[in-house]
């Protein structure tokens, strides 16, 4: 016990920038017991770590609500009474949810990941963060799930940087995106009743620059038809869209009906296409053709190509409108002829741009 004490009073005298760079090394859980130590360590820890890393401290043997609820109330105290900018990670394997949780008035949060938490049920997240610069929802653990009722009030003017992996929530009242620069959009078990409401996840991030948007196991087209009016990405320049329908059998018109949504994207650059789950034969293409693929789009990148007389044609849709195409790219995919037959095909193809070349990889 002597020895102990004899430790600890060396400790103690230590300076705090010295005890702050040990804390640095350890785990956040053990960095954060150190504040019952006494009133000096009790927010000591908050100058030692930049990133709070929850991912290991929810296991479902020892989680409860009341432990959620004062995990909330640290967290925000925590980021409240903090003067450095923090990355905070919260994960866990746990179906405990909580009614509504809450992240706000941080100036210091600038990176939050919330990864398989706090998901039961009717619920809400609500994030304020004028600081908040990357934000990643990911809560794919709802794939299955059929009582999926969350709103999601997002109000983060610095946001450079936003996923979203999930399931459509009851509401979006995402507002001040106007610096978004990328958004990864992922959403699972696509259908009717959520086609509205993705609309207007879509309409909170209109200003994003480079959008990447999949759409995994739906029984419905992604968007109403006529779109909504207000529904309009005029900074896009650069848009990835992959429909992917699991084992269902669904209709390829999402192919015709996704370059429709082309209209609302006037200054698209690049645009890549995953065409995995496009084997069925579509009849007709539209007829009206967006403005941005006749005066702005310079490469188009086809995944999966296949060489099925459907893909073809569409790679003719490309280049007899596409008036500023400079490229080409397709990557190929379970081959039906040999390449230099696909090769031969695509070179035949008319176009409109002299300077379009094909690139195959």
């Not at 390829?252 to 009906?257: A, D, G, H, K």
Request: glycine share 4%.
């Amino acid at each position: 016990m002597a020895k102990q004490a004899k430790y600890e009073g060396l400790l103690d005298s230590l300076p705090d920038s010295i005890l702050c760079h040990i804390l640095s090394f350890l785990p956040t859980r053990d960095a954060v017991r150190t504040s019952v130590l006494s009133s000096r360590w009790r927010h000591l820890f908050i100058s030692s770590i930049s990133k709070l890393d929850f991912k290991d401290c929810f296991k479902e043997s020892r989680i409860t609500v009341d432990r959620i609820g004062s995990f909330k109330k640290f967290v925000e105290r925590t980021l409240v009474i903090s003067d450095s900018s923090f990355y905070l990670l919260i994960a866990g394997d746990t179906e405990i949810g909580y009614p509504r949780w809450l992240i706000s008035g941080c100036l210091v949060l600038e990176v939050l990941v919330l990864f398989h938490c706090f998901i039961n049920g009717a619920s809400e997240l609500n994030i304020h963060g004028l600081s908040l610069k990357r934000l990643v929802l990911d809560f794919q653990n709802l794939v299955c799930k059929n009582d999926f009722d969350w709103l999601f009030v997002i109000d983060a003017p610095s946001l450079v940087y936003f996923k979203y992996f999930c399931r459509v929530g009851r509401g979006y009242a995402l507002r001040n995106m106007e610096s978004l620069e990328k958004a990864d959009i992922t959403i699972f078990n696509f259908n009717d009743v959520d086609r509205e409401r993705s609309e207007a996840l879509l309409r909170g991030i209109c200003n994003v620059r480079v959008l990447h948007l999949s759409i995994i196991d739906h029984d419905a087209p992604l968007l109403r038809t006529p779109l909504d009016p207000v529904l309009a990405f005029n900074k896009l320049v650069e848009l990835q869209f992959k429909n992917h329908c699991g084992f269902r059998n669904v209709s390829v018109t999402w192919i015709v009906e996704f370059l429709e949504f082309l209209h609302r994207t006037p200054n698209l650059k690049t645009f890549i296409l995953d065409l995995a789950d496009a084997d069925r034969v579509f009849e007709s293409l539209p007829e009206q053709v967006p403005s941005c693929l006749l005066y702005h789009l310079k490469e188009i990148s086809i995944l999966s190509f296949k060489g099925y007389t459907h893909m073809f044609k569409l790679v003719s849709y490309f280049q007899n409108h596409a008036l500023a195409l400079e490229k080409i790219v397709l990557s190929i995919n379970v081959l039906r002829e040999c390449p230099s037959s696909i090769i031969e095909k695509l070179l035949s193809l008319p176009k409109k741009s002299k300077k379009c070349e094909f690139v195959i990889c």
